[in-house]
Structure formats: structure tokens, C-alpha cells
């Protein structure tokens, strides 16, 4: 009778420091554990660690220190054996131009032991009718479909996606979005690196938010939304005094259904449970103070709200660093 699998990935204390005057610390005592059949989005701005991350599990980086097991097997002792059971979509693919784009999936078949026959991964795809066609002459979302089939012609039981819709138009994004699924639902592992947020929510089983090298944040969307103690936003700004507020901000938490009041720039953000029942006092309070409104809105609270709360600050202000 055989055991309970082992995780797609898991990497313990992971650590990767780059040499420099001074040093960068990428990786700074990173856990993480992804069970296979799910899709897993390791989330952060640009810098927080998550290509290094990435690239350790991958096989193309040494750690400084920590543990990394991928499919059961460590690097070091089972190169060979986990090549032939992964499929890496990296961050900027560069493809040889002066190939057809068949002839591009079919070399790439070749450095499997078994796979996917290139034209059907062609098709997977949308690229079937682009089989003879030079890679140099593909669009930017033609590319990057092009590099996420090179990942699956191997038929990989885990798959590395590093930041994949990364400059598409919104089309070739949701073409993307529709691949990752179906690999999804057929039962394959997916890890996937991304700083859109909405895309995490709307791919992923779990996500890990990870800034300055380290994990901040897991569990499901809808947990990681639910921590922030109400699944709506509603932003709003006052006229005059640079939009700050007459009386103190934590009144406003007084109010039915606000769990965390915030701001910044003269921007009020109030986290609720119910924006149809906060909606009335709001307004009757800023009547109290004798404010009147300049902007107001109301939304869904998000994985970017989330990662607001932990790091302080939002994805954008993020310092360009080492990733």
C-alpha cells in the first residue's frame, strides 16, 4: 500500500545571499511547502525574492543554506530525474528567431524522455496555425505562449511560471489565464510568480506573499482577504485641509460594520463588512463634522489591500532591488 505523496515542493530556512559592497540578502529564511495537484502563487513586488526563490527550486540557483526538495528528490542527488519531471517557463524567454515555431517545440521535446506531441502542445496553446511561422515574426503574447508551451511539451508533473503575463495586453493575459487553468485542472502542479494580485486571486489555491526575502502572508485568497476583517474598501476624500479629517480617524471604526480605518495622501480607506449599512453613517458623521466629500468609491477588498496591511505600503512604492 503506498504512502501519502510528497509535496511538489517544499524548501525549509532558505537562504540566498548575493556578494556585494555590501552584501544582498534575496532570501532571508524563507518556509514553504506546495502540495501537488494544487496551483500555488508565490506573491510580491518587484525585489521582495521571488524570481531568486524560484530559481533555487528550480535548479538554476544554489541556496547559501536551507533545504529544497522537489517531488520528493533534492538537487545534487537527483538532477537528471527532476529535469525530466518539470517544465520552466522563465521570466524573459529568448527563443531562436531563425526557427519555425514547430521546430522550436520539437527540439525542445527532445530533451525529454517521454512528452506531448509538439503539435498538440501547439494547440494547447492557440498556436497550431502559427506552426510554420518564424518565431521572430510572433507578437509579444504569441512569445510568451510559445514559452509556456516549451515548459508543457515534456508533459512536466510540476511547472514553473516566473512572472508569466508580464507586459501582455489584456487579451493575451486572459489567453494565459485560460492555459494555466486547464493545466490546473488536469491535475498537475503549478507554481507561478506574479506582482498582479487580481491574478493570484483568480488562479491560485494559495498564495504566499513574500517581501524583503521572506514570507509575510499564506493561505487561500479568500483567507488572506478575510484577515483584513471585511471582504469590501470603501475609499473616500474630503474637501479643503489637504483631505485630512476634522476629528480623530478612529472614530470612524465607531461606525456599523468597520473593522480597520487607514489612509494616506488624503485618502481615507475603510475596511467593512456590509458598504450598504456603512454607507449612511459615513455620510451622517462627515455631516457632523461639516466636511463635504470630494471623492468616494466602493469595492471588493483585494490581495494588494492585504499586502498594504503587512508591508505598509502598496506594491508600487516598492524599492527596486535584487529579486
Not at 236 to 252: K, Q, R
Amino acid at each position: 500500500m503506498s504512502g501519502p505523496l510528497p509535496p511538489a515542493i517544499r524548501c525549509a530556512n532558505l537562504f540566498k545571499r548575493y556578494d556585494g559592497r555590501p552584501p544582498v540578502d534575496a532570501v532571508r529564511g524563507l518556509d514553504l511547502e506546495v502540495a501537488q495537484g494544487e496551483c500555488f502563487g508565490l506573491l510580491g513586488p518587484n525585489g521582495a525574492g521571488k524570481t531568486t526563490t524560484i530559481e533555487i527550486l528550480e535548479g538554476l540557483l544554489t541556496a547559501t543554506a536551507g533545504e529544497v526538495e522537489i517531488l520528493g528528490l533534492a538537487w545534487a542527488q537527483a538532477d537528471n530525474e527532476i529535469r525530466q519531471r518539470i517544465g520552466i517557463s522563465l521570466q524573459e524567454t529568448r527563443l531562436s528567431e531563425k526557427l519555425t515555431v514547430l521546430e522550436t517545440i520539437t527540439l525542445f521535446r527532445s530533451f525529454y524522455r517521454q512528452g506531448d506531441d509538439p503539435l498538440e502542445t501547439l494547440r494547447r496553446v492557440s498556436l497550431e496555425e502559427k506552426a510554420q511561422a518564424m518565431v521572430g515574426k510572433l507578437s509579444g503574447g504569441q512569445k510568451q505562449r510559445l514559452a509556456v508551451a516549451t515548459a508543457l511539451v515534456g508533459s512536466p508533473e510540476l511547472l514553473f511560471l516566473d512572472e508569466p503575463t508580464t507586459g501582455l495586453d489584456p487579451q493575451s493575459r486572459r489567453q494565459l489565464w485560460d492555459i494555466i487553468r486547464e493545466i490546473r485542472s488536469g491535475g498537475r502542479t503549478v507554481l507561478i510568480t506574479t506582482h498582479y494580485m487580481d491574478e493570484a486571486e483568480r488562479l491560485c489555491d494559495r498564495v504566499a506573499i513574500v517581501d524583503l526575502g521572506k514570507v509575510i502572508a499564506l493561505g487561500t485568497p479568500r483567507e488572506l482577504i478575510a484577515s483584513l476583517g471585511g471582504e469590501h474598501v470603501i475609499e473616500f476624500s474630503i474637501e479643503g485641509a489637504n483631505g485630512s479629517l476634522p476629528g480623530p480617524a478612529d472614530e470612524l471604526l465607531e461606525l456599523p460594520g468597520v473593522s480597520a480605518v487607514d489612509g494616506e495622501n488624503g485618502l481615507t480607506r475603510l475596511s467593512v463588512t456590509e458598504p450598504h449599512v456603512v454607507l449612511p453613517a459615513l455620510l451622517a458623521r462627515l455631516d457632523a463634522w461639516q466636511c463635504a466629500l470630494r471623492s468616494l468609491t466602493t469595492r471588493h477588498a483585494s490581495l494588494e489591500d492585504v499586502f498594504v496591511k503587512l508591508a505598509g505600503r502598496h506594491l508600487e512604492d516598492a524599492e527596486p532591488g535584487e529579486e
